[in-house]
């Protein structure tokens, strides 16, 4: 229901009102003078409202005064989003958990191949038992490094040019998140061993990338200059202002430095109309940001957009960083600084000079985090640090100079990372993520050392005799199991859960609806064959199988058991098949024919299955039989009908070998043998023959005697006349023999 209003500044456009009977959808169109409104469809549930206002008549001269016409002047066009999704305050919340549901199943769909992949590459490097053994490989430890960067990639870009890089351009790039922050950090310290010799420069690159999400604070580094770069714009002279210098100094605080030197540059001084009279000012400012510009970095290699002066030896950088830092001393006393009238430079550049002469005073108040001041501690009190040397407690002292905040969610965790403390990683990840992350992250965990190994894949008792690794891969598989179009993701991971994975995955096979949907039945099979479950396979085509026969697709059902190999089934079916036959008597008339591409369909390679065996040999004695009465109609005394009627006796015999004919079908064929018995022109039954039947006939009388009425056909009359028919038989055959 829509309920149009001209002015209610209140409610959003298409706000959702709940009532009783149907939802109200109030639209503000701002409009007077609605003269009409078209409704019509747009794309998916959005319903399109045309407003269309009308104008005062037009003013004409007085001739054609009587023609005047109101005119439609101007209009709005508006759409509102029907249903729980729209675009009211009411239904924000649902839309951002479907998309955050639908970013679920886009991380669970492109993280599988990478996890396949490993865990192939894992078999080939350990055996099928995927043990990594006391000693890792360097091989190994690339591959997982490999697989962690495809899995970072899946997570998003890394924006890790989201400080100054990108605040002078528009860029769509996708925001970092806690998760993929935690990822970097444990690959930095738990796999990738080519940033051993560099640590601290690793992350510091983390810090330039995940700054913006780290919580627990009002404002971080990157907030401050955001905010800055947006102030400078509009100041003629931002030296004057406080948060310039501030700004800076938190910039040069976690190694930005490209951010400093730009917004350095932006100093008043550097005007044209104010060099000749600021010399002294602008030559200093200068001089701090090519000090800046050629700070000595110890790591490989540095990005194109990047300050400073890249070293890869230690024993080069500890030369350089030595003149550096005497070079920044030496500027810090120079003379010029009498020279310089404008206070506020003088104490900016003091201060930025003191920090990067590793001030800890400075260096607190420029930092908003604790792990900003983990950074700065690297960069300008302790360049030299390596991974032995106690970073931890490095952390834990910066901690204390920054208190953690009672939101900062993240700070357990990268303590705990920083420390190696696998189990400490294990509960804050379970804490802070789904299960998705603690399924990848294992393969991470477990390079560090043997002792993680031990934690993570050793079979615990309390677990029911299975390991940590396993558990959290069972419960993630459950989550991709609860949902239609995830759950064929399960068996990837339940493949590698040795001790209950195969077990739960046949189970997950079993509940899914086969029968009813066929695509999804070969989607199931296939998932059987991938990982070898032939028995689950054959229990699922047994199920399709009989649901299709007793929905009437006879043919489809035979197909799909004999794919199950169910000799039990198709013998029930041949018995089946059999009653239908074998009513040949009644008025429905003979069904052979109708029933002759059923027993085709089910082969002739049936000996030893009992009732498949005997509809076969049944449908060949009837053919015989046939042929035999057409024979018999049209050619007597032929010898061609004693060839026929013998061949016809033959299968007959075959029948009524033991365990080929069941019991309750004997008096059906002694009622088909009376024509061959009774055949006038030629004895086609021989006396050993005649026996066989009377003896089939004796043990029926004994089943009758017994009470076993199943064993008597109900459309069959007793066995008088059968009984007549073999006593003349025999009488006959004899008098032929001697």
């Known amino acids: 229901m829509l309920d149009m209003q001209q002015d209610s500044p209140v409610d959003p456009v298409g706000a959702r009102v709940e009532t009783d009977s149907a939802a109200v959808y109030r639209v503000q169109h701002g409009l007077t003078n609605v003269s009409r ?64 549901e639908a970013e679920n199943r886009r991380l669970a769909f492109d993280s599988l191949p990478a996890f396949a992949l490993l865990q192939s590459q894992r ?61 970097e950090l444990v690959e930095i310290f738990y796999v990738d061993k080519n940033t051993l010799l560099w640590l601290p420069e690793r992350i510091v690159d983390w810090l330039e990338s995940y700054d913006q999400v780290l919580p627990g604070t009002e404002q971080t580094s990157y907030s401050k200059v955001t905010e800055l770069q947006v102030k400078v714009s509009k100041l003629q002279f931002p030296e004057n202002d406080r948060d310039y210098w501030d700004g800076i100094a938190s910039a040069l605080s976690v190694g930005w430095l490209d951010v400093a030197v730009t917004i350095l540059r932006m100093h008043g001084s550097y005007q044209h109309d104010q060099i000749d009279d600021r010399q002294t000012e602008n030559g200093l400012v200068e001089a701090v940001a090519v000090l800046v510009s050629k700070m000595p970095r110890l790591r490989p290699s540095l990005p194109s957009y990047a300050c400073g002066t890249a070293f890869n030896l230690k024993l080069d950088f500890a030369k350089a960083w030595e003149k550096w830092r005497s070079q920044v001393a030496k500027l810090n006393g120079s003379a010029f600084w009498a020279d310089c009238t404008h206070q506020e430079t003088v104490l900016g550049l003091k201060k930025l000079l003191q920090l990067l002469l590793g001030d800890i005073d400075i260096l607190v108040c420029s930092s908003s985090h604790w792990m900003e001041l983990v950074v700065a501690h690297f960069l300008y009190v302790r360049p030299f640090m390596m991974v032995s040397e106690g970073i931890l407690g490095l952390a834990r002292k910066c901690v204390q100079l920054k208190p953690v905040c009672d939101n900062d969610i993240l700070a357990e965790i990268i303590l705990a990372i920083m420390g190696e403390n696998t189990e400490v990683v294990l509960a804050e990840c379970a804490r802070l993520f789904d299960s998705w992350m603690l399924t990848h992250l294992m393969e991470l965990l477990t390079l560090k050392s043997s002792r993680s190994q031990t934690l993570l894949r050793d079979e615990k008792p309390s677990l029911g005799g299975i390991s940590l690794e396993e558990l959290h891969r069972l419960v993630y598989a459950q989550v991709l199991s609860s949902h239609t179009s995830t759950w064929q993701l399960a068996p990837a991971y339940l493949a590698c859960c040795p001790k209950q994975g195969l077990g739960l995955l046949e189970n997950l096979l079993f509940t899914q609806p086969v029968s009813r949907q066929y695509r999804l039945a070969f989607k199931v099979l296939e998932v059987c064959r991938t ?78 299955l009992g009732g498949l065996s005997f509809l076969h040999k049944y449908r060949d004695f009837k053919l015989a039989l046939n042929n035999f009465r057409e024979v018999q109609s049209k050619e007597k005394g032929n010898q061609k009908l004693a060839t026929v009627g013998r061949e016809a006796v033959d299968y007959l015999m075959q029948l009524m070998k033991p365990g080929v004919a069941p019991q309750r079908f004997w008096l059906a064929l002694l009622y088909d043998s009376v024509e061959l018995l009774e055949c006038p022109e030629e004895v086609l039954v021989k006396v050993p023959e005649t026996n066989i039947l009377l003896a089939r006939l004796q043990e029926l009388s004994l089943v009758k005697v017994r009470g076993d009425a199943d064993s008597w056909s109900k459309h069959l009359q007793p066995p008088n006349r059968v009984r007549l028919a073999l006593g003349r038989n025999l009488g006959r055959a004899i008098l032929k023999e001697c």
């Open 37 to 100: 409104i078209l409704v019509s469809w747009s794309r998916g549930n959005c319903l399109r409202l045309s407003y269309l206002q009308q104008s005062p008549p037009c003013a004409l001269p007085d001739s054609q005064a009587q023609m005047s016409v109101p005119l439609l002047a101007s209009g709005k066009v508006m759409e509102v989003r029907l249903g729980r999704s729209g675009v009211s305050v009411q239904s924000a919340p649902g839309l951002r958990e479907q998309e955050e």
């Open 123 to 183: 078999q080939m490097h350990f055996g099928p038992t995927g043990e990594l053994g006391p000693s890792i490989s360097s091989e190994w430890w690339e591959i997982v490094l490999e697989y962690s960067h495809r899995i970072g990639t899946i997570l998003g870009s890394n924006s890790a040019h989201s400080t100054g890089r990108s605040l002078y351009k528009s860029t769509k790039e996708k925001h970092p998140t806690i998760l993929k922050a935690v990822w």
């Open 531 to 608: 990982y070898e479950l032939w028995e689950a396979a054959k229990i699922i085509m047994r199920v399709i199988g009989v649901h299709i026969w007793k929905h009437g697709r006879k043919g489809a059902g035979i197909v799909w058991l004999q794919q199950a190999d169910d000799d039990m089934l198709l013998s029930a079916i041949a018995d089946e098949l059999l009653d239908m036959v074998t009513v040949e008597s009644t008025p429905h008339g003979d069904r052979l024919q109708q029933c002759e591409s059923l027993i085709d369909l089910l082969g002739s390679d049936v000996e030893g």
